[in-house]
């Protein structure tokens, strides 16, 4: 069982390009969702999703789209790099049972714009 | 909206010493809490939660946490500490309608000396 697998694990970007970070889980888990990490800041959502076709935004979506087209894949799409977007990113599903339920996180790409 | 406090960037202990780390939370209505472990370079791993009842929670690896509702504090505690338990340690708190939409604590480094 992968859990929750993310691609690449490290990409350096020059200013204004575009990517797309991959995100897939094989636990049919509704929910999934985005988080940037950056020092002394813990954790913030970027977007969420509670099921194919369903997204919505989180605390910091500003430069980051995303779809959910299947339950198993939520990429991540960086539209225009800018350096403030260097980060380490994961990619976390949890499955349905409300909130109390916890979440599977991914092990990271280490996103790097020059 | 929902918050969490981890007081402490660092805490520092001897190993076989008790440990405790800290957090305290603000939600509207009944909170969901969650403890998380970070290795480096690793995801976030899931440690334990609680949703209701017993107000002292076990966990993973030997760790347990005290949720105390007049305090709005979730403290993670071990008994006696392991080298092995040196990371990052995050609490979270989920007060929408799924794990997905948790809010982070800034976490806390975790350094078990020999």
């Known amino acids: 069982n992968a859990g929750v697998t993310q691609t690449p694990k490290f990409q350096v970007l020059k200013t204004g390009q575009s990517m797309t970070l991959q995100c897939a889980q094989d636990m049919n888990h509704e929910y999934m969702s985005w988080y940037r990490q950056d020092p002394g800041m813990g954790l913030r959502l970027i977007h969420y999703s509670v099921g194919a076709g369903i997204t919505d935004q989180g605390e910091v979506p500003n430069g980051y789209n995303v779809s959910r087209s299947t339950t198993e894949d939520f990429p991540l799409r960086l539209l225009s790099a800018a350096p403030s977007q260097t980060s380490v990113y994961f990619c976390?599903?949890?499955?349905?049972?409300?909130?109390?339920?916890?979440?599977?996180f991914g092990q990271g790409t280490r996103l790097t714009v020059v | 909206a929902q918050s969490v406090a981890q007081p402490e960037d660092q805490v520092n202990v001897a190993e076989g010493n008790p440990l405790t780390v800290k957090c305290t939370y603000s939600v509207s209505g009944n909170p969901y809490l969650f403890w998380y472990v970070q290795y480096p370079n690793r995801g976030l791993q899931f440690l334990l939660k609680?949703?209701?009842?017993?107000?002292l929670v076990k966990g993973s690896y030997g760790f347990e946490a005290e949720f105390n509702k007049s305090q709005t504090s979730f403290h993670l505690k071990k008994p006696s500490a392991l080298v092995s338990d040196s990371a990052l340690y995050f609490c979270?708190?989920?007060?929408?309608?799924?794990?997905?939409?948790?809010?982070f604590g800034d976490g806390t480094t975790l350094t078990v000396k020999p």
């Open positions: 979270a708190v989920s007060g929408y309608t799924n794990a997905g939409k948790s809010t």
């Open positions: 976390a599903s949890s499955p349905p049972g409300g909130r109390g339920t916890e979440a599977f």
């Open positions: 609680y949703i209701t009842g017993d107000n």
